[in-house]
């Protein structure tokens, strides 16, 4: 019924509906996460900010700076 090329057609088709295929589940994939970072990456900021509020409450505690900047601070990490 195919001949030798009408075989290598559909060879060809096949391969390239497979290729297709991987690179739209790729560009869903991404499209799904909604291009968020890993998980671990996504709270390293926080573990910043918590660090930073952190040094201002041993400053506070030291007297360092006052209350308000103490909340000041903390309130503008939180906002990030």
């Given at each position: 019924?195919?001949?030798?090329?009408?075989?290598?057609?559909?060879m060809?088709?096949?391969?390239l509906?497979?290729?297709?295929?991987?690179?739209?589940l790729?560009?869903?994939?991404?499209?799904?996460s909604?291009?968020q970072?890993?998980?671990?990456?996504?709270?390293?900021?926080?573990?910043r900010?918590?660090?930073?509020?952190?040094?201002?409450?041993?400053?506070?505690a030291?007297?360092?700076?006052?209350?308000?900047?103490?909340?000041?601070?903390?309130?503008?990490l939180?906002?990030k």
């Amino acid at each position: 019924m195919l001949g030798g090329g009408g075989f290598a057609i559909l060879m060809v088709l096949f391969w390239l509906m497979l290729v297709l295929g991987v690179v739209l589940l790729v560009i869903w994939l991404v499209r799904r996460s909604g291009g968020q970072m890993p998980p671990m990456m996504h709270h390293m900021p926080m573990m910043r900010d918590d660090a930073a509020c952190t040094i201002a409450r041993e400053r506070y505690a030291k007297g360092e700076i006052t209350k308000e900047q103490y909340e000041e601070i903390c309130a503008t990490l939180a906002a990030k």
